[in-house]
């Protein structure tokens, strides 16, 4: 074996790496925790963990400081893969540990398959109000709607990082092309005669004229959503039909007429539809006695397949989700103005049985190699 | 006779804890002791008076007995009386903390006064209106941002206000007698009523008995939004045993069920007799009274006597110096008599941990739940976790050195527990989210029990360290021994720390559908975990010998003591209970005491003291 190549397994082998992979994962997870502080907890994933290198930002540059997650656990992976398979013998001794790294891969595979492919989204229903899609909490999306067929909607979205990079749309659903013109990813709007030292507004069209979208700095907090804003220019084959403002303030839709046909434009959380629906049939939130201490939240729902049929109800609360149809519905929060709207949380892991599956095993060769040592010492003891 | 030293020093420090359960001579009559352990209904629990007046006292004046100007001392629920039925005389004791020096000279005291740390209600009351709009400028700011001056007014108005929400909770302010009061309206009751009736429909009325109806109306309405102390029993008729009202709420009723409320009635008798000390009518009110309440409220006017035996008797206090003996004894142990001193620590670390378990029993079975709900009782039950793991060691080595980590972690902890208690209440309600038994006794359990002994093994370290730089009795028999208990400790800590951290994974994809969110405490607990493995790993590749081992386990201390309390410290997240500003400093101290003793352990070994041929 060529000693460059020794060199290369030896390294990958060795508990020196393990040793040092480790004590980077801690300040990697401790920086991060600092860094929610500022960042909230999704921005944190996407910078330390989602990522090969932690950056920081220098002036213009951004220059790699720190191994980020995805690059600590692969090489954690590749360690604890090339050890076992370089050490490994069979013998009873050692099963324990065996299987407690078994159940580490496991689990560090099922982190990162989850980390790709969960989706969240949120649900919020008043009592009596049935729905069959469900809203991302932080994506948005420009719904333009056909509308012409009063029975059915059919609709183009466009993703918000389209209007973010100014993406011209063209589609052959749509008899016009889509400019985005200006874009703030956050915002809030008020009414023109309110504000009469606001810059002229680029719209042209719809309520735009009459607003006054103000720019405002970018929240990263877990519970404030950014309120996105958008001037989106449409231009028909013969020219501009002229300039909209799009804004997830806007609770409705702003509908037009164009080639004979009905159009809605409407800014909005981005759906996920789902062939059955949920109907709340009532929210209940009880607190202690003589306080405001939040006892209990419940939502009593009833899911309508798509069949059709009476359905079934179904009691969500506090540490009891229901699973259905690979999505999972968490009571989330609720709105305390009302206390009839219920808030819940919806969300799609396919892997999510993994960490199950992987903490179990860790666990039980933990406790097979604990017992093993503790037998072995007691064995020692006696003798001596 | 030297065998017998040990029963005796044991036997001592049991009959001093047993004294605690004992009435005190010259303490507080019957009569008083029987009024403390009335149940009522406060921050979502029904527990004795006695728990609000103790728990009261510790949030606004950081200890639980009153002094009165006049030199006397009034134990908690002598001074919940006065603050109920004589309030001029109470708004007289010195009982607010103010620490910060621009508060002092906002309420006005002048230079030389500076130095007076406890105000009484009269002293402060002139001030209320500076102390409100200050409050109403500091309150918006988030509290991790605060300055010093901004907690402390929020802090001094969150006190005065409980204070004042008490003093309102039975009575009405500025009643002379409300006993009186209250008779003479059942007498008029039936011809108010039908004045107001009249006046009402617009048809000729007595237009004095109606406006003095009117204002009694008025006067309740007042009382019933003022305080939040539920004192009064739902009527026997109420399907909901929970429906505790407050005083002001319950005479509303009066004018609809045509009597004044006989709870009411009786707290007000106790006024009047407490009031114009007369003992043996209110004596005979609140025997009267409680065993009413124990016909109907039977299960939960027990556990209110059980609470009441529980507070008096401060079992978590008295382990704290029963630990510290123990310490005392352990080191002892290792300079002069090894035999008697050892036995001696040994039966003590087991008298304080029986009495800390007793005390957590009593708290599990008051509140219902497993042992650890909150910060404060992850501080007891990591205490007793971690000398119930150096029993055992000490059991098996019989060196003194379990019960000297017992000592130092029983004292630690308690002492720690003790001034987390000064935050209110600590059987606390558990928040929605948090009300699973399933869960907390085995996720918390677990993961604390993975907290306790992470800590162990550092404080098994900090051990070595002392003795083998500082004394000459660290011998290699000694030092092997050390170093096979840490990195068997270390072994268990894995084990349990990552049982623990996972299963909260479990918990947190129950109930919000992730199972790991990247969480302040959950990161704390994923770094002990690391940690840990990281100790273990180096051991096993040779990376460090015994001395390595014992640094890094030292800074497992720093590790866990961040994820316990630097954590919650950061105010964001899921598990961000608890902030308290006085600990950051404390965790400082000691991140930098363990930083030191790293240090101290990589002096060249020519420098110890021990090991030098």
Not at chain 1, 100 to 115: D, F, R, Y
Not at chain 1, 119 to 136: A, I, K, V
Not at chain 2, 455 to 478: E, N, Q, W
């Amino acid at each position: 074996m060529p000693p460059l190549i020794r060199q290369v397994r030896n390294l990958f082998v060795s508990l020196r790496l393990t040793v040092v992979l480790l004590a980077l994962s801690i300040i990697l997870v401790f920086w991060a925790t600092l860094g929610q502080v500022n960042l909230g907890v999704w921005g944190v994933q996407q910078r330390f963990f989602h990522s090969f290198f932690v950056f920081v930002r220098l002036g213009e540059f951004r220059f790699p400081v720190f191994p980020g997650g995805y690059l600590i656990g692969g090489l954690l992976l590749v360690n604890l893969v090339s050890a076992h398979a370089y050490r490994f013998r069979m013998g009873w001794r050692k099963s324990g540990i065996w299987i407690t790294h078994a159940g580490l891969i496991l689990l560090l595979v099922g982190e990162l398959v989850s980390g790709l492919v969960q989706q969240d989204f949120q649900m919020r229903l008043d009592e009596g109000e049935t729905r069959n899609y469900s809203e991302s909490i932080r994506l948005n999306e420009l719904a333009i709607i056909d509308a012409t067929d009063p029975k059915f909607d059919d609709v183009v979205a466009i993703p918000e990082s389209m209007l973010a990079n100014g993406t011209v749309v063209q589609s052959p659903k749509l008899p016009f092309r889509v400019v985005p013109r200006e874009y703030y990813p956050n915002s809030t709007v008020t009414l023109r005669s309110k504000t009469p030292n606001a810059p002229p507004s680029p719209a042209t069209q719809g309520m735009g004229p009459m607003l006054a979208a103000v720019p405002a700095e970018v929240s990263y907090q877990d519970d404030l959503r950014n309120n996105p804003a958008a001037f989106v220019e449409l231009v028909g084959p013969e020219g501009s039909l002229g300039t909209w403002i799009v804004h997830t303030l806007l609770g409705n839709p702003q509908e037009f007429n164009y080639a004979g046909r009905t159009w809605k434009l409407f800014l909005r959380p981005v759906r996920h539809y789902s062939p059955y629906s949920i109907t709340l049939e009532k929210f209940s939130h009880d607190i202690y006695p003589g306080t405001d201490i939040p006892k209990n939240f419940s939502s009593k729902v009833r899911i309508n397949p798509p069949e059709g049929g009476d359905g079934r109800e179904v009691l969500i609360y506090m540490n009891n989700p229901l699973r259905y149809a690979g999505l999972t519905y968490y009571q989330a929060s609720f709105d305390p103005s009302t206390d009839r709207t219920t808030i819940l949380q919806v969300v799609r892991n396919p892997s999510w049985l993994a960490p199950y599956i992987a903490c179990g095993a860790i666990a039980l060769g933990l406790v097979i190699q604990f017992l093993i040592h503790l037998a072995e010492f007691a064995r020692g003891r006696r003798r001596a | 006779m030297r065998q017998r030293i040990p029963f005796f020093v044991v036997a001592v420090a049991a009959i001093c804890v047993l004294l605690g359960l004992a009435p005190h001579p010259g303490g507080e009559p019957d009569a008083v002791q029987a009024f403390g352990r009335l149940p009522v209904l406060a921050e979502g629990r029904i527990k004795p008076l006695d728990s609000v007046a103790r728990s009261t006292l510790l949030v606004i004046q950081g200890y639980q007995d009153v002094t009165t100007p006049e030199k006397k001392e009034l134990t908690p629920d002598e001074w919940l009386l006065d603050v109920l039925f004589v309030p001029e005389k109470a708004d007289t004791y010195r009982i607010f903390y103010v620490d910060n020096p621009d508060i002092l000279s906002l309420v006005g005291t002048n230079k030389a006064d500076l130095s007076i740390q406890y105000m009484s209600f009269n002293e402060l009351a002139p001030h209320l209106a500076e102390i409100e709009a200050q409050e109403k400028l500091a309150e918006p700011v988030e509290p991790q941002t605060r300055t010093r001056f901004q907690s402390s007014v929020v802090q001094l108005y969150g006190n005065l206000s409980h204070y004042l929400r008490l003093r309102r909770s039975l009575e009405p302010e500025g009643s002379k007698d409300f006993l009186g009061e209250l008779l003479h309206l059942q007498e008029t009751l039936s011809d108010g009523v039908e004045a107001v009736r009249a006046k009402e429909a617009g048809k000729p009325h007595d237009e004095a008995k109606a406006t003095a109806i009117i204002d009694e109306g008025q006067r309740f309405i007042g009382m019933a939004e003022s305080t939040d102390l539920l004192a009064i029993p739902p009527d026997e008729d109420d399907p909901d045993p929970n429906a505790w009202h407050n005083s002001g709420h319950a005479l509303l009723e009066t004018f609809g069920k045509g009597y004044v409320n006989p709870s009411v009635l009786a707290y007000a008798g106790m006024g009047y007799s407490w009031r114009s000390n007369e003992p043996s009518s209110f004596e005979h009110i609140v025997k009267i009274y409680g065993s009413s309440l124990e016909k109907r409220f039977g299960r939960q006017v027990r556990k209110a006597r059980v609470e009441t035996i529980f507070n008096a008797a401060q079992p978590f206090y008295a382990g704290m110096w029963i630990f510290l003996a123990a310490f005392l004894c352990a080191v002892l142990s290792w300079l002069k008599w090894p035999e008697t001193a050892r036995v001696s620590a040994w039966g003590l670390v087991a008298l304080g941990w029986a009495v800390t378990t007793a005390g957590i029993a009593t708290r599990m079975w008051l509140e219902g739940r497993p042992p650890v709900t909150n910060l404060y009782s992850s501080a007891l039950f990591i205490g007793w976790g971690s000398v119930a793991l150096c029993l055992v060691l000490e059991a098996t080595y019989r060196n003194a050195i379990g019960t000297a980590a017992a000592g130092m972690i029983g004292f630690a902890t308690l002492l720690i527990a003790h001034h987390l208690a000064l935050a209110g209440d600590t059987l606390e309600m558990m928040r929605a989210v948090l009300d699973s038994n399933f869960w907390l006794g085995t996720h918390v359990v677990v993961v604390t029990t993975g907290y306790a002994s992470t800590f162990l093994a550092g404080i098994l370290a900090v051990i070595y360290i002392l003795r083998g730089v500082f004394t000459r009795t660290l011998d290699k028999a000694t030092a092997d021994a050390l170093a096979r208990m840490v990195y068997g400790i270390v072994c268990f800590a894995t084990l349990f720390s990552f049982v623990g951290t996972t299963l909260g994974g479990i918990w947190a994809d129950q109930s919000w559908g992730r199972f790991w969110g990247w969480d302040p405490k959950e990161n704390g607990a994923l770094i002990i975990v690391i940690w840990n493995a990281l100790i273990l790993h180096a051991r096993w590749g040779g990376l460090v010998k015994q001395r390595g081992l014992m640094c890094l386990a030292v800074f497992g201390n720093i590790v866990t003591s961040w994820s316990w309390f630097g954590t919650n410290m950061l105010g964001i997240g899921l598990h961000s209970y608890g902030f308290t500003e006085a600990a950051f400093w404390w965790l400082s101290a000691f991140i930098a005491t363990q930083l030191a003793l790293i240090a101290i352990a990589n002096l060249p070994l020519a420098r110890w003291r021990s090991f030098r041929a």
